[in-house]
């Protein structure tokens, strides 16, 4: 990525410039190959790196059309639908076969005041989907666990407007509220990357232990679209003094403190 572009580097060495019209704030690969990209002013795109074209999206202003186009967010779900996080517009989610026609049709969601079940915060600044296909939505105020209904079918429920949202804050257990990155280990359990300090999260018991400089992390403070998942033993987290690498041992969802180690500037996190 650059300041206004897209480089392709193939293992030939050959590389293909995309522009974008916008400085590219996240990309990401989807289940079907795809790279799709958000700038921080311009929506967000597609690239069909064999035919050397792209689709873009950006804001009408229009009912239905994307929320903001400053997307800082991109994930897809295993139903083939995209899910964009914005800043201020809030979370926009499409099937992706219907952006593959060029069209852009959105169903939006945003926080409405006094209304404890919708987003917790329009500032999204990243979307996890878990491996039992529950999707979490990060925010600069919160943390959100999407509700489906039941009896609907995903896209259904998606499109009409019926998602629900359980928030959860530092009063529930996180050690902050800015959400930065999510990432999942083998066991199930989530590690959330916050502004201030990691914390690990039972999703079924919806109970949190936080890890922060006292414990041995280099920073406290992470980056929002800085992190990723090597395999299920090692996750990366970028933040304000360098990359935390955790390497974990199999874990049980038995949430207990785990000790926390330096290691050539990674961190080993065993029981």
Request: hydrophobic fraction near 35%; charged fraction near 20%; proline fraction near 2%.
């Amino acid at each position: 990525m650059t300041l206004n572009s897209i480089v392709k580097l193939e293992k030939t060495g050959k590389t293909s410039v995309f522009e974008t019209n916008g400085f590219v704030f996240s990309i990401h690969e989807d289940r079907n190959n795809d790279i799709w990209y958000g700038t921080w002013s311009n929506g967000f795109g597609k690239i069909d790196a064999d035919r050397n074209s792209q689709l873009r999206f950006s804001s009408s202003g229009k009912s239905k059309s994307l929320s903001s186009d400053i997307v800082l967010a991109i994930n897809d779900d295993f139903d083939n639908n995209l899910w964009i996080g914005t800043k201020g517009g809030g979370l926009n989610i499409s099937p992706i076969r219907i952006l593959n026609q060029g069209e852009s049709t959105f169903a939006v969601y945003q926080q409405i005041e006094n209304d404890t079940s919708s987003l917790s915060n329009n500032n999204i600044t990243c979307i996890f989907i878990a491996k039992d296909s529950s999707i979490w939505v990060g925010t600069e105020i919160g943390l959100n666990k999407v509700l489906f209904p039941k009896n609907t079918s995903r896209l259904e429920a998606i499109m009409q407007g019926k998602l629900l949202f359980k928030p959860y804050f530092v009063s529930d257990g996180l050690p902050n509220n800015t959400v930065c990155g999510i990432l999942q280990d083998a066991s199930g359990l989530l590690w959330i990357g916050t502004r201030d300090g990691l914390s690990c999260m039972n999703p079924e018991s919806n109970t949190f232990i936080n890890y922060s400089e006292k414990d041995g992390l280099p920073a406290g403070e992470f980056h929002t679209n800085a992190f990723y998942k090597a395999d299920d033993k090692e996750l990366y987290y970028g933040g304000i003094n360098g990359i935390t690498i955790l390497i974990l041992q199999i874990l049980n969802k038995t949430l207990t403190r785990l000790k926390l180690y330096s290691l050539h500037s990674k961190y080993l996190i065993k029981r």
